[in-house]
């Protein structure tokens, strides 16, 4: 996994962590998919701003997110390799 990229995981993995987050005000950024005129996140993409470690079975990764109030912020979480999905 490349810092400063997106990832794709599984979505129930994406809302959990975006659950968590939330927690902490923190909403997690991720892609849009533009449907006609209208942009939608895609609930499957994550951006990583920094891989600060990997185990055998996942990666401790720094997420690119902002505040509820719109000010830059990072989260830091553990994403097992089982929920990523290949491109």
């Not at 902490?24 to 895609?42: A, F, P, R, W």
């Not at 701003?49 to 185990?55: K, P």
């Not at 990764?61 to 979480?77: I, Q, R």
């Amino acid at each position: 996994m490349k810092a400063q990229s997106t990832i794709r995981v599984k979505e129930w993995f994406r809302d959990k962590l975006a659950t968590e987050a939330r927690k902490y005000h923190i909403l997690l950024n991720g892609e849009y998919d533009t449907v006609g005129e209208v942009q939608m996140l895609n609930h499957e993409t994550l951006r990583v701003e920094a891989v600060l470690g990997e185990t055998e079975k996942a990666f401790r990764v720094v997420l690119d997110g902002e505040t509820t109030f719109g000010n830059p912020h990072t989260y830091t979480a553990w994403i097992p390799k089982s929920v990523i999905i290949e491109a």
